[in-house]
Each structure stands twice: as C-alpha cells, then as structure tokens.
C-alpha cells in the first residue's frame, strides 16, 4: 500500500487534465459546486467503484476531492487497501475556491451545507436539547453523554455515524436530474 500524494490547489489545478477527479462528497454536497469535469462517487459507495476505478486508475492517474481533505484521504487509503493509486486535494474543495479556482455548479442546484457543518449542528442541537430536557427529568443528559460517546468515537476511529445517516437525508441525496450512480462508473471506467 503507498501513501496517497497530496497537492495544493495550485498543484492541482496545473495538472487538472492529467487527472480523473473523483468527488467523494455526497451528491448534495457535489451539487453545489465541484472541480471542473469531476465524478460524484460518495464515499461510501468507494468499495462498490473500485473496480471501475481501477481501470480508470490504469488509464490516468486519479485525484480524489472532498469538503476539506479529510474524506478524501480516507478515500485514498480505501481505494490504496484494494491497489488503486490515487492522489488528494490538500484542503478540498474550500481550499480549491479559496485559492481562485474555477468550481461547476449545475444550473438549479440547491445549495446544502457541507457533511461537517450539518454533523457539527445535528450534534450540538442534540447536546443541547439532551441537557435542557435534563433540568426537567435528569435521565435526559444520557442524551448528551451518549452524543459526545459518539464525537469520541468518531475522532478515535476517524469515522462518523452521524454523517453516515445526515448523508440519507433526502437534501443530500442526488436531484432528479443529476447522473446516476451507474452512468458515473460507466464513464468514469470507459
């Protein structure tokens, strides 16, 4: 297994027509504005594409983009574990537009949060509604004990069960109009 390069927006945009990008945000994430000519292939669904990964892996290298980096790596070491090289964008897409890089956005694309801020509201709403309903009825604050369980989890595992079910939710889900999931693995291995 090799370690993923990772390359600067500046980096990357230099060599954008060398690469396939793959986008691991989900499609309502996608939807508001991604690199140039990129892919949607969740993260989650990294495992079922990785066949056609591959073979576009033999055919040009592959640049793997997120929110801000971090799905993305976890991205290229799934896809490393199964010996597809690939390469991530150092501070995602944010970064990418930070920078002064051009983004697409589909025309009618609804703008949704990204993953980290709907985990990061979702959490702390549950936290506080968990400790307001305690000073009613203190089995409550279980509710917050257990969310912050779950944060632990999440940073020691570098997973997220939070962002596994908000990425369920029919804002994140992909519009009507958007490619499915196949068309997206038959052009991205043709």
């Not at 690939?86 to 501070?91: I, K, M, R, S």
């Amino acid at each position: 297994m090799t370690t993923p390069t990772a390359l600067a927006p500046a980096q990357a945009a230099a060599r954008l027509g060398e690469f396939t990008v793959i986008d691991v945000r989900t499609p309502g994430e996608y939807a508001t504005g991604h690199l140039p000519g990129a892919h949607n292939i969740p993260l989650d669904r990294l495992d079922e594409a990785a066949g056609a990964l591959g073979r576009a892996a033999q055919r040009t290298p592959l640049l793997l983009v997120c929110a801000s980096g971090a799905r993305s790596a976890k991205g290229c070491e799934t896809l490393a574990a199964q010996g597809v090289d690939t390469a991530t964008l150092e501070g995602g897409t944010s970064a990418w537009v930070a920078a002064g890089q051009e983004s697409e956005r589909p025309a009618g694309a609804r703008a949704t949060w990204p993953m980290d801020r709907q985990v990061r509201l979702a959490a702390g709403a549950l936290v506080l509604t968990g400790f307001a309903a305690g000073l009613i009825w203190s089995p409550a604050h279980w509710l917050s004990g257990a969310i912050g369980a779950g944060l632990v989890f999440s940073g020691v595992t570098n997973t997220c069960g939070m962002a596994a079910a908000l990425a369920r939710l029919p804002h994140n889900r992909p519009p009507m109009s958007a490619v499915s999931f196949q068309e997206t693995l038959l052009r991205v291995a043709a």
